[in-house]
């Protein structure tokens, strides 16, 4: 794994992502899937850092920024591989399903506060997802040039 510093030329936002290797990232950002979490742009570009090169002592427990990135890397990955993202319509999607007007099926997308507590209320099972575990938005290539 690799952990690059970005900037995001939409927004000038500076922010972190982990990939699987420095081949990974290029061929992402190529396809546009690298994308700011704050604006969603996908004009990111990557930041000069100092390489990271751990000593040949071994540390007697594991670094928890290190492990929480990995973790957090995975479960973006996971959700952007094998949900399907249904913008803001996620309210009526979950209840759809919940309600049995839909197939059940894995989604993510957002939701308003208010949206959230009906959801709750109506025992519509939904959770919101940690910031640092949710994928980019996906591209809507209708609204490109």
């Known amino acids: 794994m690799i952990r690059y510093a970005l900037s995001c030329l939409d927004c000038d936002t500076g922010f972190e992502a982990w990939f699987a290797s420095s081949d990974g990232y290029d ?9 700011c979490p704050h604006c969603g742009g996908t ?27 990995k973790l957090a ?23 759809a399903m919940h ?17 959230r507590a009906d959801l709750k209320d109506e025992g519509v099972p939904a959770e919101p997802l940690p910031p640092a575990f949710t994928p980019a938005k996906p591209r809507d290539d209708e609204k490109l040039n």
Do not use: C
């Not at 061929?27 to 994308?35: D, E, F, M, N």
């Open 43 to 69: 004009r990111v570009e990557k930041q000069i850092m100092a390489p990271s090169v751990s000593g040949t002592k071994r540390k007697s427990e594991p670094d928890p920024q290190r492990v929480f990135g």
């Open 73 to 95: 890397a995975a479960a973006r990955q996971h959700v952007a591989e094998n949900f399907d993202y249904v913008g803001g319509g996620f309210a009526t999607e979950a209840r």
């Open 99 to 115: 309600y049995g007007e839909a197939d059940h099926k894995p989604i993510w997308g957002e939701t308003t506060a208010q949206e």
């Open 27 to 35: 061929k992402q950002a190529a396809s546009g899937l690298v994308s």
